[in-house]
């Protein structure tokens, strides 16, 4: 890379730690905040040091701002319902469909061995847990993308979670092979939701 300026560098580098930002895009996003006024990078620099206040939720163990996060206190949401999701970035996804009132549950991932996602540094002990303190949950949802790893995953854990006496059930097969959730749109999403079917 030329030589800018020691602070350039800095953001570049910083960019490019990002999914899917190689150090070309880096620069072009870096070139573009050098636009903005200081005003508005102080804001956005403020934006990304508040990012330290988030913690994870003690009862989903999704990203929160208090150690239970509102999903999990609101108390209008039903209790006997669970939904088993990979990140939780995906439960901005499923609860734009509208479809969903019950709770949830992030896994923190996908198995996926050769990347060393393993049951055992994926949240499945914490999830037996849950269940076992729970016996109201009578049906778990497992939303995962049907990929081969989303596939994977939800045979393990349909497998586990059958054992326990609980009913599992998946998402509908209105979601194309290969779909990943994340770029799912609502409609098709909350459709593969309601028409979801017992593993
Ligand atoms: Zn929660």
């Known amino acids: 890379m030329?030589?800018?300026?020691?602070?350039?560098?800095?953001?570049?580098?910083?960019?490019?730690?990002l999914p899917g930002v190689g150090p070309k895009t880096?620069?072009?996003?870096?070139?573009?905040?050098?636009?903005?006024?200081?005003?508005?990078?102080?804001?956005?620099?403020?934006?990304?040091?508040?990012?330290r206040n988030i913690q994870v939720c003690n009862t989903c163990l999704a990203y929160a701002e208090k150690p239970r996060c509102e999903l999990c206190s609101d108390s209008k949401r039903l209790d006997n319902v669970l939904c088993v999701i990979a990140e939780s970035r995906d439960i901005a996804t499923l609860e734009a469909t509208n479809a969903y009132h019950g709770k949830y549950f992030v896994l923190g991932g996908r198995l996926n061995p050769i990347d060393g996602a393993t049951p055992e540094t994926l949240n499945v002990d914490?999830?037996?847990?849950?269940?076992?303190?729970?016996?109201?949950?009578?049906?778990?949802?497992?939303?995962?993308?049907?990929?081969?790893?989303?596939?994977?995953t939800m045979i393990y854990l349909a497998r586990k979670i059958n054992s326990l006496g609980r009913k599992v059930t998946k998402l509908a097969r209105g979601l194309p092979i290969g779909a990943d959730i994340e770029y799912t749109d609502e409609v098709t999403l909350g459709d593969a939701l309601i028409g979801r079917r017992e593993v």
């Open 126 to 152: 914490p999830l037996i847990t849950r269940l076992e303190a729970h016996p109201e949950i009578e049906e778990v949802i497992l939303a995962f993308s049907p990929d081969v790893h989303g596939e994977t």
């Open 26 to 51: 880096a620069l072009r996003y870096t070139f573009a905040l050098l636009l903005l006024s200081p005003h508005e990078l102080d804001s956005i620099g403020r934006a990304i040091s508040n990012l």
């Open 2 to 17: 030329r030589r800018f300026p020691a602070p350039i560098h800095s953001v570049v580098s910083a960019l490019s730690r």
